[in-house]
């Protein structure tokens, strides 16, 4: 993985369109802004690249800030779509790389960029749509073989009772909405009040709601996979803090949080929270493997993050799909690559040759 052969940098200088905020809301556009600012400075190569910013915000307007600092975001004018596309023409992009964790701006602003003819490194809006939708994605995969715990999806209808409500899943069971991220609403229930109270806090966020059979802990841990000269390959793995007794499933707050000033910053990059597995540990080898299948069946490019639980046996069980690498230095992807000797430099170039980008037109 550390050939230099395997990492090839552009020989000319490749325009690269960071597209980030969020057409839905300031959380995801705050969320998007702490990883597209640290990767506009950690990428920044002048000789290599001329780096733009395309900013949406969730009245859906765009804008193209010098950079994504407060004062910069302020000072650019408001953009339509239509305008913003002309300029984005004016510009000549070479490669747009998607910064954008809301549910459309992981969909529609890349299928959108497609339309246009532009490059997008990343996975295709139809795979981020699959993998956005959690039953959606246990089916495929466990189609091709993976483990996946005993769910159903539940649809609560508005006017839902608030008792008497039984789980279609054996108790104890995790609870989660169908389509929200980052374990907005997901909550573990071991009796039926609980379980009725979870439901209608999942059903805040969406109506469709993934109820799972609770996995008892082993570990938990997330695999994440970068594509180099057309093979998928395995990183390390990063495992995370959880506790049978104190914190039997991750929540929000063991992955993001606010400071004094409001400013969002990711908790899960405390080294306490998570750490990088040591590749000889016996569990690598189990998880690579349905990692494999799994960003195969969800037909994967470029790269892939998924996270399993291990049961006490040892037995993976897969949990979810995180298809996004924003190229930051706190971007899962890159923590992993970087555990593997991978500097992010190249595996940004890594990404940019499976696109055959060289930087001449």
Not at 97 to 103: G, H, I, S, W
Not at 109 to 132: P, S
Not at 294 to 299: E, F, I, P, S, Y
């Amino acid at each position: 993985m550390t050939d230099d052969t395997a990492f090839v940098h552009p020989t000319a200088r490749v325009t690269v369109l960071h597209l980030a905020g969020s057409a839905e809301d300031e959380f995801h556009s705050d969320l998007s802004r702490v990883y597209a600012s640290d990767a506009l400075s950690a990428l920044a190569d002048p000789a290599r690249y001329e780096f733009h910013v395309a900013l949406v915000s969730p009245d859906r307007t765009w804008r193209f800030p010098v950079d994504l600092t407060d004062d910069a975001v302020a000072g650019a004018p408001p953009l339509s779509l239509a305008d913003a596309l002309r300029h984005i023409e004016a510009l000549g992009v070479d490669v747009v790389v998607p910064q954008m964790f809301c549910l459309p701006g992981m969909t529609s602003y890349r299928a959108l960029v497609d339309v246009v003819g532009l490059a997008l490194l990343g996975n295709t809006a139809d795979v981020m749509a699959l993998a956005a939708d959690k039953a959606l994605t246990r089916a495929v995969v466990a189609a091709a073989g993976v483990p996946v715990p005993e769910g159903h999806v539940v649809v609560v209808p508005p006017d839902a009772p608030r008792s008497g409500t039984r789980s279609p899943v054996p108790l104890p069971v995790v609870v989660k909405p169908v389509d929200s991220d980052n374990s907005v609403g997901v909550s573990l229930a071991h009796t039926p009040d609980e379980y009725t109270d979870a439901l209608a806090d999942a059903a805040r966020f969406s109506r469709r709601v993934l109820v799972e059979r609770y996995v008892e802990l082993g570990r938990e841990v997330r695999c994440g996979i970068v594509v180099v000269d057309g093979e998928p390959v395995c990183l390390p793995l990063e495992e995370y803090a959880v506790d049978a007794d104190d914190r039997p499933i991750r929540t929000r707050e063991d992955k993001l949080s606010r400071d004094e000033d409001g400013a969002l910053y990711l908790v899960a990059k405390n080294a306490t929270k998570a750490w990088i597995v040591p590749e000889d540990d016996p569990i690598t080898e189990r998880i690579h493997a349905v990692a494999l299948e799994c960003h195969r069946a969800l037909g994967c490019r470029h790269y892939s993050l998924f996270d399993f639980r291990v049961d006490p046996d040892g037995r993976p069980w897969f949990l979810e799909a995180g298809l996004y690498c924003s190229y930051a230095r706190g971007s899962v992807v890159a923590v992993m690559a970087a555990a593997a000797g991978i500097p992010l430099e190249d595996l940004f170039a890594a990404g940019l040759r499976e696109l055959s980008i060289e930087g001449a037109r």
